[in-house]
Protein backbone atom coordinates (compact mmCIF):
# COMPACT_ATOMS: atom_id res chain seq x y z
CA UNK A 1 0.00 0.00 0.00
CA UNK A 2 1.37 3.33 -1.36
CA UNK A 3 1.80 6.01 1.49
CA UNK A 4 -1.53 8.40 0.03
CA UNK A 5 -3.65 5.08 0.59
CA UNK A 6 -2.38 4.50 3.87
CA UNK A 7 -2.94 8.02 5.06
CA UNK A 8 -6.60 7.78 3.13
CA UNK A 9 -7.30 4.84 5.22
CA UNK A 10 -9.07 4.82 8.07
CA UNK A 11 -6.87 3.28 10.44
CA UNK A 12 -5.00 6.52 9.38
CA UNK A 13 -7.70 8.60 10.59
CA UNK A 14 -8.22 6.93 13.51
CA UNK A 15 -4.45 7.62 14.64
CA UNK A 16 -4.95 11.28 13.77
CA UNK A 17 -8.10 11.52 15.54
CA UNK A 18 -6.60 9.69 18.64
CA UNK A 19 -3.58 12.44 18.51
CA UNK A 20 -6.03 15.33 18.44
CA UNK A 21 -7.52 13.78 21.27
CA UNK A 22 -4.19 13.45 23.15
CA UNK A 23 -4.44 9.71 23.48
CA UNK A 24 -0.98 9.23 22.37
CA UNK A 25 -0.48 5.44 23.00
CA UNK A 26 -3.69 4.68 20.44
CA UNK A 27 -2.37 6.92 17.90
CA UNK A 28 0.77 5.28 18.60
CA UNK A 29 -0.46 1.57 17.84
CA UNK A 30 -2.72 3.17 15.38
CA UNK A 31 0.34 4.73 13.03
CA UNK A 32 2.41 1.56 13.84
CA UNK A 33 -0.59 -0.16 11.50
CA UNK A 34 -0.31 2.17 8.96
CA UNK A 35 3.80 1.67 9.10
CA UNK A 36 4.21 5.13 10.13
CA UNK A 37 7.32 4.28 12.06
CA UNK A 38 8.53 8.09 12.63
CA UNK A 39 4.52 9.18 13.76
CA UNK A 40 5.08 6.31 16.05
CA UNK A 41 8.41 7.36 17.50
CA UNK A 42 6.64 10.94 17.83
CA UNK A 43 3.80 9.45 19.79
CA UNK A 44 5.81 7.92 22.36
CA UNK A 45 8.05 11.22 22.85
CA UNK A 46 4.65 12.72 23.38
CA UNK A 47 3.39 10.47 25.89
CA UNK A 48 6.86 10.88 27.87
CA UNK A 49 6.74 14.49 28.05
CA UNK A 50 3.53 13.59 30.25
CA UNK A 51 4.92 10.97 32.32
CA UNK A 52 5.70 12.41 36.11
CA UNK A 53 7.42 8.89 36.72
CA UNK A 54 10.98 9.19 35.20
CA UNK A 55 11.13 5.58 34.89
CA UNK A 56 7.98 5.55 32.93
CA UNK A 57 9.34 8.50 30.77
CA UNK A 58 11.96 6.70 30.09
CA UNK A 59 10.54 3.72 29.22
CA UNK A 60 9.01 5.78 26.43
CA UNK A 61 11.28 7.26 24.95
CA UNK A 62 13.58 3.95 24.48
CA UNK A 63 10.71 2.73 22.72
CA UNK A 64 10.65 5.84 20.35
CA UNK A 65 14.57 5.11 19.96
CA UNK A 66 13.67 1.82 18.99
CA UNK A 67 11.52 2.72 16.31
CA UNK A 68 14.69 5.44 14.85
CA UNK A 69 16.46 2.69 15.18
CA UNK A 70 19.39 2.19 11.81
CA UNK A 71 16.47 4.58 10.01
CA UNK A 72 18.33 6.47 7.23
CA UNK A 73 15.63 8.72 6.49
CA UNK A 74 14.24 9.53 10.19
CA UNK A 75 14.23 13.22 10.26
CA UNK A 76 17.07 15.21 12.27
CA UNK A 77 14.50 17.07 13.85
CA UNK A 78 12.77 14.19 15.07
CA UNK A 79 16.08 12.79 16.18
CA UNK A 80 16.83 15.95 17.95
CA UNK A 81 13.97 16.26 19.60
CA UNK A 82 14.47 12.73 20.86
CA UNK A 83 17.74 12.83 22.01
CA UNK A 84 17.18 16.82 23.86
CA UNK A 85 14.64 14.54 25.61
CA UNK A 86 16.74 11.92 26.40
CA UNK A 87 19.23 14.41 27.68
CA UNK A 88 17.08 16.05 29.94
CA UNK A 89 16.05 13.21 31.98
CA UNK A 90 19.29 12.20 32.11
CA UNK A 91 20.45 15.75 33.79
CA UNK A 92 17.45 15.42 35.91
CA UNK A 93 19.04 12.61 38.71
CA UNK A 94 21.83 11.12 39.28
CA UNK A 95 23.39 8.54 37.23
CA UNK A 96 22.77 4.87 37.87
CA UNK A 97 23.80 1.92 36.27
CA UNK A 98 20.15 1.57 34.75
CA UNK A 99 20.28 5.52 33.63
CA UNK A 100 23.78 4.37 31.74
CA UNK A 101 21.49 3.10 28.63
CA UNK A 102 19.48 6.06 28.31
CA UNK A 103 22.79 8.64 28.66
CA UNK A 104 24.43 6.23 25.85
CA UNK A 105 21.07 5.79 23.48
CA UNK A 106 20.77 9.70 23.74
CA UNK A 107 24.49 10.35 22.87
CA UNK A 108 24.23 8.32 19.82
CA UNK A 109 20.58 9.80 18.83
CA UNK A 110 22.12 13.07 18.80
CA UNK A 111 24.90 12.48 16.70
CA UNK A 112 22.72 11.43 14.09
CA UNK A 113 20.73 14.23 14.86
CA UNK A 114 24.03 16.49 14.09
CA UNK A 115 24.39 17.83 17.51
CA UNK A 116 28.27 17.19 18.82
CA UNK A 117 28.42 19.19 21.90
CA UNK A 118 25.29 17.77 23.23
CA UNK A 119 26.04 14.08 22.21
CA UNK A 120 29.47 14.75 23.33
CA UNK A 121 28.19 15.67 26.83
CA UNK A 122 25.76 12.86 26.73
CA UNK A 123 28.71 10.67 26.38
CA UNK A 124 30.12 12.44 29.13
CA UNK A 125 27.93 11.74 31.43
CA UNK A 126 28.14 7.77 30.95
CA UNK A 127 32.13 8.63 31.18
CA UNK A 128 32.78 7.37 27.70
CA UNK A 129 35.25 10.52 27.78
CA UNK A 130 37.13 9.14 24.40
CA UNK A 131 34.27 9.44 22.14
CA UNK A 132 33.03 12.84 23.82
CA UNK A 133 36.43 14.35 23.19
CA UNK A 134 36.33 13.19 19.52
CA UNK A 135 33.06 14.80 19.16
CA UNK A 136 34.47 18.24 20.76
CA UNK A 137 37.55 17.70 18.44
CA UNK A 138 35.50 17.93 15.71
CA UNK A 139 33.50 20.86 16.45
CA UNK A 140 36.86 22.92 17.03
CA UNK A 141 36.22 23.21 20.81
CA UNK A 142 39.71 22.35 21.94
CA UNK A 143 39.11 24.83 25.21
CA UNK A 144 36.69 22.41 26.20
CA UNK A 145 38.91 19.11 24.84
CA UNK A 146 41.54 20.13 27.43
CA UNK A 147 38.94 20.83 30.31
CA UNK A 148 37.44 17.36 29.77
CA UNK A 149 40.49 16.16 29.58
CA UNK A 150 41.92 17.84 32.85
CA UNK A 151 38.76 16.65 34.59
CA UNK A 152 39.05 13.09 33.70
CA UNK A 153 42.76 12.89 35.05
CA UNK A 154 41.06 14.07 38.31
CA UNK A 155 38.83 11.63 38.05
CA UNK A 156 40.84 8.97 37.50
CA UNK A 157 43.10 10.18 40.79
CA UNK A 158 39.96 10.24 42.93
CA UNK A 159 38.93 7.06 41.96
CA UNK A 160 42.45 6.30 42.25
CA UNK A 161 42.32 7.08 45.89
CA UNK A 162 38.68 6.01 46.45
CA UNK A 163 39.77 2.28 45.99
CA UNK A 164 42.99 2.88 48.02
CA UNK A 165 41.00 4.12 50.94
CA UNK A 166 38.45 1.53 50.42
CA UNK A 167 41.20 -1.59 51.01
CA UNK A 168 43.34 -0.15 53.55
CA UNK A 169 39.63 -0.03 55.41
CA UNK A 170 38.56 -3.24 54.51
CA UNK A 171 42.03 -4.58 55.51
CA UNK A 172 42.06 -2.73 59.08
CA UNK A 173 38.74 -3.53 59.60
CA UNK A 174 39.25 -7.07 59.03
CA UNK A 175 42.62 -7.43 61.78
CA UNK A 176 40.65 -5.62 64.35
CA UNK A 177 42.43 -2.12 63.89
CA UNK A 178 39.45 -0.36 64.62
CA UNK A 179 40.88 3.40 64.91
CA UNK A 180 42.42 2.93 62.30
CA UNK A 181 39.58 1.93 60.24
CA UNK A 182 37.50 4.72 61.18
CA UNK A 183 40.09 7.25 60.26
CA UNK A 184 39.83 5.94 56.80
CA UNK A 185 36.64 5.86 56.38
CA UNK A 186 36.29 9.42 57.29
CA UNK A 187 38.81 10.26 54.50
CA UNK A 188 37.04 8.04 52.58
CA UNK A 189 34.14 10.41 53.22
CA UNK A 190 35.73 13.35 52.26
CA UNK A 191 37.05 12.40 49.50
CA UNK A 192 34.32 9.72 47.64
CA UNK A 193 32.13 10.96 44.54
CA UNK A 194 29.37 9.08 46.42
CA UNK A 195 29.43 9.20 49.88
CA UNK A 196 26.47 7.31 50.63
CA UNK A 197 28.15 3.98 51.24
CA UNK A 198 31.26 4.94 53.21
CA UNK A 199 29.03 7.19 55.28
CA UNK A 200 27.06 4.30 56.14
CA UNK A 201 29.89 2.63 56.65
CA UNK A 202 31.12 5.03 59.02
CA UNK A 203 28.49 5.87 60.96
CA UNK A 204 28.01 1.70 62.22
CA UNK A 205 31.86 1.38 63.05
CA UNK A 206 31.24 4.39 65.42
CA UNK A 207 28.33 3.32 66.78
CA UNK A 208 29.77 -0.74 67.28
CA UNK A 209 33.38 1.35 69.35
CA UNK A 210 33.65 0.99 72.72
CA UNK A 211 35.92 3.60 74.72
CA UNK A 212 34.24 3.89 77.85
CA UNK A 213 36.46 1.41 79.97
CA UNK A 214 33.32 -1.70 79.68
CA UNK A 215 32.71 -4.66 77.58
CA UNK A 216 30.38 -7.53 77.98
CA UNK A 217 31.20 -10.59 76.35
CA UNK A 218 29.33 -14.27 75.69
CA UNK A 219 32.13 -16.61 76.74
CA UNK A 220 31.50 -20.41 75.79
CA UNK A 221 34.29 -23.06 75.48
CA UNK A 222 33.72 -26.41 74.31
CA UNK A 223 36.01 -28.06 76.95
CA UNK A 224 32.70 -27.66 79.56
CA UNK A 225 30.16 -29.02 77.30
CA UNK A 226 29.66 -25.08 75.30
CA UNK A 227 28.29 -23.74 78.83
CA UNK A 228 28.08 -19.97 78.44
CA UNK A 229 28.56 -16.93 80.64
CA UNK A 230 27.92 -13.45 80.57
CA UNK A 231 30.71 -11.57 81.73
CA UNK A 232 31.49 -7.60 82.44
CA UNK A 233 34.78 -6.20 82.15
CA UNK A 234 36.06 -2.75 83.52
CA UNK A 235 38.17 -0.75 84.71
CA UNK A 236 37.37 0.72 87.76
CA UNK A 237 35.44 3.16 88.81
CA UNK A 238 32.38 1.29 87.94
CA UNK A 239 29.15 2.22 89.06
CA UNK A 240 25.30 -0.27 89.58
CA UNK A 241 21.66 0.97 89.36
CA UNK A 242 18.94 1.40 87.31
CA UNK A 243 20.15 4.38 85.53
CA UNK A 244 21.43 4.01 81.76
CA UNK A 245 24.55 5.84 82.49
CA UNK A 246 25.84 3.14 85.24
CA UNK A 247 27.72 -0.17 83.86
CA UNK A 248 25.98 -2.22 85.76
CA UNK A 249 22.17 -1.63 85.06
CA UNK A 250 19.72 -3.27 87.15
CA UNK A 251 15.97 -3.09 87.17
CA UNK A 252 14.94 -4.36 90.03
CA UNK A 253 12.57 -3.35 92.39
CA UNK A 254 14.32 -1.49 95.40
CA UNK A 255 17.59 -0.24 93.41
CA UNK A 256 18.30 3.58 93.23
CA UNK A 257 19.29 4.92 89.91
CA UNK A 258 22.96 5.42 91.33
CA UNK A 259 23.27 2.23 94.03
CA UNK A 260 26.75 1.82 94.87
CA UNK A 261 30.32 2.52 93.30
CA UNK A 262 33.08 0.19 93.09
CA UNK A 263 36.16 1.67 92.99
CA UNK A 264 40.15 1.14 93.45
CA UNK A 265 42.92 3.18 95.18
CA UNK A 266 46.45 2.25 95.59
CA UNK A 267 45.83 2.99 99.59
CA UNK A 268 42.67 0.85 100.27
CA UNK A 269 42.48 -1.20 97.16
CA UNK A 270 39.10 -2.13 95.82
CA UNK A 271 36.11 -0.67 97.94
CA UNK A 272 32.27 0.51 97.59
CA UNK A 273 30.89 4.04 98.28
CA UNK A 274 27.12 3.79 99.20
CA UNK A 275 25.42 6.74 96.62
CA UNK A 276 22.59 7.57 99.27
CA UNK A 277 20.77 4.43 98.15
CA UNK A 278 16.97 4.34 99.20
CA UNK A 279 17.05 0.70 99.98
CA UNK A 280 20.65 0.27 101.18
CA UNK A 281 23.82 -1.01 100.26
CA UNK A 282 24.98 -4.57 102.00
CA UNK A 283 28.34 -6.52 102.92
CA UNK A 284 27.90 -9.74 104.56
CA UNK A 285 24.50 -8.81 105.19
CA UNK A 286 25.30 -5.51 107.23
CA UNK A 287 23.88 -2.04 106.19
CA UNK A 288 26.63 0.19 105.15
CA UNK A 289 25.69 3.62 106.09
CA UNK A 290 24.20 6.30 103.71
CA UNK A 291 27.62 7.90 101.84
CA UNK A 292 29.79 5.14 103.24
CA UNK A 293 32.88 3.99 102.16
CA UNK A 294 34.42 0.42 102.96
CA UNK A 295 37.13 -1.70 101.56
CA UNK A 296 36.19 -5.26 100.05
CA UNK A 297 38.67 -8.01 101.31
CA UNK A 298 39.03 -11.46 99.68
CA UNK A 299 35.43 -13.15 100.23
CA UNK A 300 31.89 -11.65 100.38
CA UNK A 301 28.61 -10.92 99.54
CA UNK A 302 27.53 -7.67 98.41
CA UNK A 303 23.71 -7.23 98.40
CA UNK A 304 21.56 -3.65 96.81
CA UNK A 305 18.47 -3.14 97.79
CA UNK A 306 16.14 -6.16 99.11
CA UNK A 307 16.36 -8.31 95.94
CA UNK A 308 20.18 -7.87 94.72
CA UNK A 309 22.93 -9.90 96.03
CA UNK A 310 26.46 -10.73 94.26
CA UNK A 311 29.28 -13.39 95.71
CA UNK A 312 32.74 -11.17 95.16
CA UNK A 313 36.43 -12.33 95.48
CA UNK A 314 39.34 -10.02 95.32
CA UNK A 315 42.84 -11.53 94.12
CA UNK A 316 46.05 -10.09 92.60
CA UNK A 317 44.52 -6.44 92.26
CA UNK A 318 41.12 -7.71 90.70
CA UNK A 319 37.71 -7.66 92.23
CA UNK A 320 35.51 -10.19 90.73
CA UNK A 321 31.97 -10.61 91.67
CA UNK A 322 28.87 -12.86 90.18
CA UNK A 323 25.07 -12.42 90.61
CA UNK A 324 23.20 -14.45 92.09
CA UNK A 325 19.89 -12.88 92.61
CA UNK A 326 17.79 -10.54 90.28
CA UNK A 327 16.80 -10.10 87.13
CA UNK A 328 20.64 -10.38 85.64
CA UNK A 329 21.52 -13.07 87.91
CA UNK A 330 24.26 -15.10 86.49
CA UNK A 331 25.76 -12.20 85.21
CA UNK A 332 29.45 -12.10 86.00
CA UNK A 333 31.50 -8.52 86.92
CA UNK A 334 34.88 -8.60 86.74
CA UNK A 335 36.85 -5.47 87.30
CA UNK A 336 41.09 -5.01 87.07
CA UNK A 337 43.72 -2.46 86.87
CA UNK A 338 45.78 -3.09 84.29
CA UNK A 339 44.59 -6.37 82.75
CA UNK A 340 42.09 -9.48 82.95
CA UNK A 341 42.43 -13.03 82.10
CA UNK A 342 39.17 -13.62 79.82
CA UNK A 343 39.56 -17.24 79.20
CA UNK A 344 41.89 -19.90 78.20
CA UNK A 345 44.80 -17.73 76.56
CA UNK A 346 42.70 -14.80 76.39
CA UNK A 347 43.88 -11.41 78.15
CA UNK A 348 41.55 -8.25 77.87
CA UNK A 349 43.48 -4.58 78.41
CA UNK A 350 42.19 -1.51 77.99
CA UNK A 351 43.97 1.87 76.21
CA UNK A 352 42.13 5.14 76.78
CA UNK A 353 38.98 3.05 77.65
CA UNK A 354 38.65 1.37 74.35
CA UNK A 355 39.22 -2.88 74.73
CA UNK A 356 42.17 -4.36 73.47
CA UNK A 357 42.25 -8.25 73.09
CA UNK A 358 45.48 -10.49 73.34
CA UNK A 359 46.46 -13.99 72.72
CA UNK A 360 49.31 -15.82 74.43
CA UNK A 361 49.05 -18.26 71.51
CA UNK A 362 48.77 -18.29 67.86
CA UNK A 363 45.46 -19.02 65.78
CA UNK A 364 43.64 -16.14 67.34
CA UNK A 365 40.21 -15.81 64.93
CA UNK A 366 38.34 -12.15 64.69
CA UNK A 367 34.77 -13.00 62.79
CA UNK A 368 36.15 -16.35 61.08
CA UNK A 369 39.68 -14.63 59.82
CA UNK A 370 43.35 -15.12 61.27
CA UNK A 371 44.50 -12.41 62.68
CA UNK A 372 47.42 -10.90 65.19
CA UNK A 373 47.10 -10.15 68.70
CA UNK A 374 46.07 -7.04 69.68
CA UNK A 375 42.42 -6.56 68.22
CA UNK A 376 40.58 -3.80 69.12
CA UNK A 377 36.94 -5.00 70.04
CA UNK A 378 33.70 -3.58 68.45
CA UNK A 379 30.40 -4.62 69.55
CA UNK A 380 29.17 -7.59 67.64
CA UNK A 381 33.00 -9.12 67.21
CA UNK A 382 33.23 -12.71 67.50
CA UNK A 383 36.66 -13.96 68.55
CA UNK A 384 38.10 -17.44 68.74
CA UNK A 385 41.19 -19.16 70.10
CA UNK A 386 41.49 -22.86 70.75
CA UNK A 387 38.50 -24.38 72.43
CA UNK A 388 37.42 -20.78 73.18
CA UNK A 389 34.69 -18.44 71.76
CA UNK A 390 34.16 -14.88 73.10
CA UNK A 391 30.77 -12.71 71.20
CA UNK A 392 31.01 -8.65 72.09
CA UNK A 393 27.22 -7.70 73.11
CA UNK A 394 25.59 -4.94 72.53
CA UNK A 395 24.66 -2.99 75.95
Not at 268 to 291: A, C, E, P, R, W
Request: overall charge negative.
Amino acid sequence: MSGWLRRLSTTYRMAVAAEAAGDYLEAAKAYALCEERHKVAEMHILEAARRAVPGSAAAELLIAANFLHDDESAPQALLRRLGEALLRLVRSRDLIDSDRELATVAAQVLRRAGEPLLAAEAYQRVGDVDRAVELLSLAGEVERVEQLLSGHQSEREQAERERELTASYESAQRLGRRDEALSLLRQLVSVAKDKREPQRLCDDLSRRMLNNGQIELRLSSSVDGGTEDRVLCALPPLLWGRGEECGVVLGDPGVSRQHVRLQFDEQLGFSLVDLDSKNGTFLDGMQVGQGARLPLRQVGELGLGLHVRAQFTVEHNELSLKLRTGMRRGLRVRLATKELIVAGPLRLRFSDGKPLLFCDEEGLRLNGQRVASGVQLVVGDVVEAQAFRCEVLSR
